[in-house]
């Protein structure tokens, strides 16, 4: 049946078979549509299956029925005959013209006006223009009555229930989501449905029903020309949108479809039959008030906020799961159209919709409770999960900002990430071909471990650990030495916001946990501040540990990546520039909260589905090879060797040379420049380097900075000693941009590590030049006072 985000089952079947031993326990505390159980018994584990969502409990339930094929048949036969018969189906799919008798298979809409209607005579289908007729009985059909028992809640809240989608719906409550005729035949199914006296084939009819539901609202639209199904419809999308172009199928043939047709209750039972064992045994978790040890699918509806409630800790061999991320499907408010109808069959089948893990768009404080909510699913899992036992979390968002935020959930509540993967879906539904540039085609693997030394048994514990790993985010996305004063007043909102700490208590809290984590062999190390009125400078004794990239400004990350990428490629999905930007940073600290594709957009244009990149960028990219090329052309003529930098080794000069080619060097860390081995591996980052004949010493440092921020070449400088000549190299017209910095931080770190600067014709200029010492060289370089010596 249709539910909104099914995953590949070849996919998680292997991970179940991986990470899970045979006979071994596998949860799913946000498990949807129910998948992971089913592969996990298939594949000899037993399975807890959870969800906030009652749909998952009923498919579970229908999964599980006992199945009787000609019980079945004959009850869909009944029910079908029975609705045929009704005066509203012979008036409204029955079509007469003459001595033609044709069953009406769905209406075709334009906004208000019926325009075409599908017909099936003798079956032969073909689809004709809407007659007088059919326009009569459409503008009429609002006067009739509804005899049978139909939901006239309210719809629910949700971001595309809108006035515009009230008005077009015709109004707010449930009911309008279907046309009256529908509305009347639908009714009439169900009535029947809970007629029937054998509650496996009631359960088995619904199943069938609730694929209908969908299938016969006024949200159907035509399929794709390309999907070559003229004569069906789809609700493509995860929201409630009436569009322009619509469909109103015909109830009683998709429900008939449901039931027996290549995706109905009958194949998907057959199947159960074949792959599930024939003794399998569920468990009502809320019906029992625990797990039962003997059932193959411990189930229920149960939020994972109260997940240890009904899991004891350390049950889980392996977590596999799909949690939510922040509205990017409201899944209970779509599963009322469902869901409200069910509740009817069993009231456990009402929804809570206030629980679910979401964000209401453009609010602060329900982006604050999504976040808490996510940090404490996450404990949650952590505890019921054994010490040696794995997390599998897919993550399927384009906003890097969301991927942070997941993370962060996962390592504040003790989980290490190892391996993020990304994998491709084999089938891409209709908001995939709908937008060929989205991530709805494939999925991230994220998989995580706990971290032996973690104590949630009591609150002080949990307060210390959110200290720490929220300092530890703050200074990581700032990626520098951070005063005391600026540290704090990013700590304490969240501190107060989490309900962890008083006002009053907050400050002296803090100053404890953070002191007790400084010093050497802890996280933090604190140093004097010039500035004692903003307090000591807080940073890391590791930083490699906490920063993917810490000679990197956090702002340019996101987009020095995706450009790297591209000018790798040219030519990249979306999905597949985002796979590459999370796995070069697994540790969720990428700070720019924009889109990927918002980043794209400066780089590279869309075209037949993907990304291309902009003819300038690669102009401009050879432009900074060719500079690179001509500094390395300077060291050789003084006589020292030369190095060029990690990055900028595979990039070609506009002659098609490769620049590793060009320099003496590949590698700095068999120098003996006696520095430490992180300040190596940045100075391998810096464009090109000089050393002394035999590489003993550093001579000069050069950046070229074409277009990315001044401040990630005078981090990646800060490793050399302030004595070695380090030199800038910019475009013309960025010299006046160079020029106008007043931050007093970035022009005293420039004038103390000795950084002078040249212009692209100043560079021309200095590869003509006859002097054969560097400090004829480096004397044609320019203060930012504009002057050279």
Same mark, same amino acid.
Request: hydrophobic share 40%; with cysteine.
């Given at each position: 049946?249709?539910?909104?985000?099914?995953?590949?089952?070849?996919?998680?079947?292997?991970?179940? $078979?991986?990470?899970?031993? &045979?006979?071994?326990?596998?949860?799913?505390?946000?498990?949807?549509?129910?998948?992971?159980?089913?592969?996990?018994?298939?594949?000899?584990?037993?399975?807890?299956?959870?969800?906030?969502?009652?749909?998952?409990?009923?498919?579970?339930?229908?999964?599980?029925?006992?199945?009787?094929?000609?019980?079945?048949?004959?009850?869909?036969?009944?029910?079908?005959?029975?609705?045929?018969?009704?005066?509203?189906?012979?008036?409204?799919?029955?079509? %007469?013209?003459?001595?033609?008798?044709?069953?009406?298979?769905?209406?075709?809409?334009?906004?208000?006006?019926?325009?075409?209607?599908?017909? =099936?005579?003798?079956?032969?289908?073909?689809?004709?223009?809407?007659?007088?007729?059919?326009?009569?009985?459409?503008?009429?059909?609002?006067?009739?009555?509804?005899?049978?028992?139909?939901?006239?809640?309210?719809?629910?809240?949700?971001?595309?229930?809108?006035?515009?989608?009230?008005?077009?719906?015709?109004?707010?409550?449930?009911?309008?989501?279907?046309?009256?005729?529908?509305?009347?035949?639908?009714?009439?199914?169900?009535?029947?449905?809970?007629?029937?006296? =054998?509650?496996?084939?009631?359960? @088995?009819?619904?199943?069938?029903?609730?694929?209908?539901?969908?299938?016969?609202?006024?949200?159907?639209?035509?399929?794709?020309?390309?999907?070559?199904?003229?004569?069906?419809?789809?609700?493509?999308?995860?929201?409630?949108?009436?569009?322009?172009? /619509?469909?109103?199928?015909?109830?009683?043939?998709?429900?008939?479809?449901?039931?027996?047709?290549? @995706?109905?209750?009958?194949?998907?039972?057959?199947?159960?039959?074949?792959?599930?064992?024939?003794?399998?045994?569920?468990? !009502?978790? %809320?019906?029992?008030?625990?797990?039962?040890?003997?059932?193959?699918?411990?189930?229920?509806?149960?939020?994972?906020?109260?997940?240890?409630?009904?899991?004891?800790?350390?049950?889980?061999?392996?977590?596999?799961?799909?949690?939510?991320?922040?509205?990017?499907?409201?899944?209970?408010?779509?599963?009322?159209?469902?869901?409200?109808?069910?509740?009817?069959?069993?009231?456990?089948?009402?929804?809570?919709?206030? &629980?679910?893990?979401?964000?209401?768009?453009?609010?602060?404080?329900?982006?604050?409770?999504?976040?808490? /909510?996510?940090?404490?699913?996450?404990?949650?899992?952590?505890?019921?999960?054994? !010490?040696?036992?794995?997390?599998?979390?897919?993550?399927?968002?384009?906003?890097?900002?969301?991927?942070?935020?997941?993370?962060?959930?996962?390592?504040?509540?003790?989980?290490?990430?190892?391996?993020?993967?990304?994998?491709?879906?084999?089938? &891409?539904?209709?908001?995939?071909?709908?937008?060929?540039?989205?991530?709805?085609?494939?999925?991230?693997?994220?998989?995580?471990?706990?971290?032996?030394?973690?104590?949630?048994?009591?609150?002080?514990?949990?307060?210390?650990?959110?200290?720490? $790993?929220?300092?530890?985010?703050?200074?990581?996305?700032?990626?520098?030495?951070?005063?005391?004063?600026?540290?704090?007043?990013?700590?304490?909102?969240?501190?107060?916001?989490?309900?962890?700490?008083?006002? @009053?208590?907050?400050?002296?809290?803090?100053?404890?946990?953070?002191?007790?984590?400084?010093?050497?062999?802890?996280?933090?190390?604190?140093?004097?501040?010039?500035?004692?009125?903003?307090?000591?400078?807080?940073?890391?004794?590791?930083?490699?540990?906490?920063?993917?990239?810490?000679?990197?400004?956090?702002?340019?990350?996101?987009?020095? &990546? *995706?450009?790297?990428?591209?000018?790798?490629?040219?030519?990249?999905?979306?999905? =597949?520039?985002?796979?590459?930007?999370?796995?070069?940073?697994?540790?969720?600290?990428?700070?720019?909260?924009?889109?990927?594709?918002?980043?794209?957009?400066?780089?590279?244009?869309?075209?037949?589905?993907?990304?291309?990149?902009?003819? #300038?960028?690669?102009?401009?990219?050879?432009?900074?090879?060719?500079?690179?090329?001509?500094?390395?052309?300077?060291?050789?003529?003084?006589?020292?060797?030369?190095?060029?930098?990690?990055? #900028?080794?595979?990039?070609?000069?506009?002659?098609?040379?490769?620049?590793?080619?060009?320099?003496?060097?590949?590698?700095?860390?068999? +120098?003996?420049?006696?520095?430490?081995?992180?300040?190596?591996?940045?100075?391998?980052? *810096?464009?090109?380097?000089?050393? +002394?004949?035999?590489? @003993?010493?550093?001579?000069?440092?050069?950046?070229?900075?074409?277009? +990315? =921020?001044?401040?990630?070449?005078?981090?990646?400088?800060?490793?050399?000693?302030?004595?070695?000549?380090?030199?800038?190299?910019?475009?013309?017209?960025?010299?006046?941009?160079?020029?106008?910095?007043?931050?007093?931080?970035?022009?005293?770190?420039?004038?103390?590590?000795?950084?002078?600067?040249? +212009?692209?014709?100043?560079?021309?200029?200095?590869?003509?030049?006859?002097?054969?010492?560097?400090?004829?060289?480096?004397?044609?370089?320019?203060?930012?006072?504009? $002057?050279?010596?």
């Amino acid at each position: 049946m249709k539910y909104w985000g099914k995953k590949p089952h070849n996919i998680w079947r292997r991970f179940i $078979e991986h990470y899970c031993p &045979s006979g071994g326990v596998v949860v799913d505390p946000f498990v949807g549509s129910g998948m992971a159980a089913f592969e996990a018994v298939k594949a000899g584990r037993r399975a807890v299956a959870l969800d906030l969502n009652p749909l998952t409990s009923f498919m579970i339930e229908v999964t599980a029925s006992k199945f009787d094929e000609a019980l079945f048949l004959a009850a869909c036969e009944r029910i079908k005959a029975a609705v045929e018969s009704s005066d509203v189906y012979q008036d409204h799919y029955v079509r %007469r013209r003459g001595a033609e008798r044709a069953t009406v298979l769905n209406y075709r809409w334009e906004r208000d006006t019926l325009v075409a209607v599908a017909v =099936d005579v003798g079956g032969k289908r073909s689809l004709v223009a809407a007659d007088e007729a059919d326009v009569s009985k459409a503008s009429s059909m609002q006067q009739l009555p509804v005899e049978h028992w139909h939901p006239s809640e309210s719809l629910p809240a949700h971001p595309s229930i809108t006035h515009r989608f009230i008005r077009d719906a015709g109004g707010s409550t449930i009911e309008h989501l279907w046309t009256r005729r529908n509305l009347v035949l639908l009714s009439h199914i169900f009535d029947e449905i809970l007629r029937q006296e =054998d509650a496996d084939i009631r359960l @088995q009819l619904a199943s069938a029903f609730t694929q209908t539901l969908h299938l016969c609202s006024k949200m159907v639209i035509p399929r794709n020309p390309g999907a070559n199904r003229d004569f069906s419809g789809s609700w493509g999308r995860p929201d409630f949108l009436i569009r322009r172009r /619509r469909m109103e199928q015909n109830p009683v043939d998709v429900f008939w479809r449901s039931c027996v047709g290549r @995706q109905g209750v009958l194949p998907m039972m057959n199947d159960a039959a074949a792959t599930l064992p024939s003794n399998l045994k569920i468990n !009502d978790v %809320r019906a029992s008030r625990g797990l039962r040890r003997t059932a193959h699918i411990n189930y229920g509806i149960v939020d994972v906020a109260d997940l240890l409630d009904f899991v004891p800790p350390g049950t889980a061999d392996f977590v596999i799961t799909d949690p939510p991320y922040a509205g990017l499907i409201r899944y209970l408010p779509l599963s009322v159209i469902w869901l409200s109808w069910l509740t009817r069959l069993n009231p456990k089948y009402a929804p809570d919709v206030r &629980s679910e893990i979401s964000v209401l768009r453009n609010s602060a404080s329900s982006r604050q409770t999504y976040r808490g /909510r996510l940090r404490n699913a996450f404990q949650n899992i952590h505890r019921v999960l054994k !010490d040696d036992g794995k997390l599998v979390v897919t993550f399927h968002h384009q906003d890097v900002s969301e991927f942070n935020d997941f993370i962060l959930a996962v390592r504040g509540a003790g989980f290490v990430v190892d391996k993020v993967t990304h994998q491709y879906n084999r089938r &891409s539904g209709e908001s995939n071909v709908a937008n060929p540039y989205g991530v709805s085609a494939s999925d991230f693997y994220v998989r995580c471990v706990k971290r032996r030394v973690i104590d949630f048994t009591d609150r002080q514990s949990e307060l210390e650990r959110y200290i720490v $790993e929220t300092a530890v985010t703050i200074i990581g996305r700032r990626n520098e030495p951070t005063p005391y004063t600026f540290l704090f007043q990013s700590l304490w909102p969240e501190l107060l916001q989490a309900g962890f700490v008083q006002p @009053q208590d907050s400050r002296d809290e803090v100053n404890r946990v953070l002191n007790a984590n400084a010093g050497p062999g802890n996280i933090f190390k604190r140093e004097e501040n010039a500035d004692p009125h903003v307090g000591d400078l807080w940073w890391f004794n590791a930083p490699e540990r906490h920063i993917s990239h810490p000679d990197r400004p956090l702002q340019s990350r996101v987009a020095d &990546s *995706v450009l790297a990428y591209m000018r790798r490629h040219t030519v990249a999905k979306l999905d =597949d520039v985002i796979a590459d930007l999370f796995r070069e940073y697994p540790n969720g600290l990428t700070p720019d909260p924009r889109t990927v594709g918002s980043v794209l957009e400066g780089c590279a244009y869309r075209a037949q589905g993907k990304w291309r990149i902009k003819p #300038e960028m690669i102009v401009a990219a050879t432009q900074h090879s060719d500079n690179i090329a001509t500094i390395l052309s300077i060291g050789q003529r003084l006589r020292l060797a030369t190095y060029v930098g990690r990055r #900028e080794q595979p990039e070609f000069t506009s002659d098609n040379t490769q620049l590793r080619s060009l320099a003496d060097l590949t590698s700095l860390r068999e +120098t003996n420049l006696g520095l430490s081995g992180p300040s190596i591996e940045r100075l391998e980052m *810096v464009d090109a380097v000089f050393l +002394t004949p035999g590489a @003993q010493q550093l001579a000069c440092l050069w950046e070229v900075e074409n277009s +990315t =921020d001044f401040s990630s070449a005078i981090q990646r400088g800060s490793n050399a000693p302030n004595d070695v000549p380090k030199i800038m190299v910019i475009p013309d017209r960025r010299e006046r941009e160079l020029l106008r910095i007043v931050d007093p931080l970035f022009r005293k770190s420039f004038q103390e590590h000795g950084w002078r600067y040249l +212009t692209y014709t100043d560079l021309a200029r200095a590869a003509r030049f006859a002097g054969t010492a560097l400090a004829d060289v480096t004397s044609t370089a320019k203060t930012l006072e504009g $002057e050279g010596n």
